[in-house]
């Protein structure tokens, strides 16, 4: 009897011991929250700069309290992202010199992110106004994704620049990075410049 009871648990244990591929567990990849963003709903930034343009209702004008920062410089803040769009504005004063160098530092500050973006895509735009913009498309564990640059090339130069305030991965990003892409370009599309 011993022995048969010997004999029955060796085979228990030789059968848990099979290698049957339900048996393996494997734990799931780390998940990431659903986002529902909303249908944009726009409106005019109201006129106290130099330019004026429409942005989504969900943002919130914010001003650049950076130390370096000039006085039409602003925050376009999406809150519940975690994000925003760094507007940084010069005046040209007809300065082709002038104008030269804001762009060598606006085309330095995308390039800064070579060494760990995998792709930098610029696209020349024709805007409704009639005016160009260049926007900057950065894939990779980047700072920021969407940047864009225009100007009257005599009076107006705008920058901007998409930032996370969170650590996720960019990939996991993608659904908010497109939705504030494409509020960009509304931006872009109905900027106006002021007297």
């Known amino acids: 009897m011993i022995n048969y009871s010997l004999l029955v648990l060796t085979g228990l244990w030789l059968a ?3 290698d049957n591929s339900s048996d393996n567990y494997v734990p799931k990849p780390k998940g990431f929250p659903r986002l529902d963003l909303p249908t944009p709903s726009y409106t005019l930034l109201e006129p106290t700069h130099p330019y004026q343009f429409e942005y989504n209702k969900i943002a919130r004008i914010l001003p650049d309290t950076f130390a370096r920062s000039e006085p ?3 925050f376009i803040n999406y809150p519940a992202y975690q994000a925003s769009v760094q507007l ?3 005046p040209v004063r007809n300065d082709i010199n002038r104008l030269r160098a804001m762009l060598d530092d ?3 500050l995308a390039t800064r992110h070579n060494i760990k973006a995998y792709a930098i895509e610029e696209k020349k735009i024709r805007l409704k106004s009639g005016l160009e913009a260049s926007l900057i498309d950065l894939s990779g564990e980047v700072p ?3 940047q ?3 100007t009257d090339s005599t009076t107006h130069f705008l920058r901007g620049a ?3 305030n969170t650590a996720t991965e960019n ?3 993608q659904p908010v990075i497109q939705y504030i892409r494409k509020d960009i370009l509304h931006l872009l599309n109905t900027l106006r410049w002021r007297k």
């Open 162 to 164: 998409l930032y996370f």
């Open 148 to 150: 864009f640059i225009t």
């Open 171 to 173: 990939d996991s990003l």
């Open 106 to 108: 606006s085309y330095k």
């Open 16 to 18: 848990s011991c099979s």
């Open 144 to 146: 920021s994704q969407v």
């Open 72 to 74: 039409d410089w602003i």
């Open 88 to 90: 940084t504005y010069k």
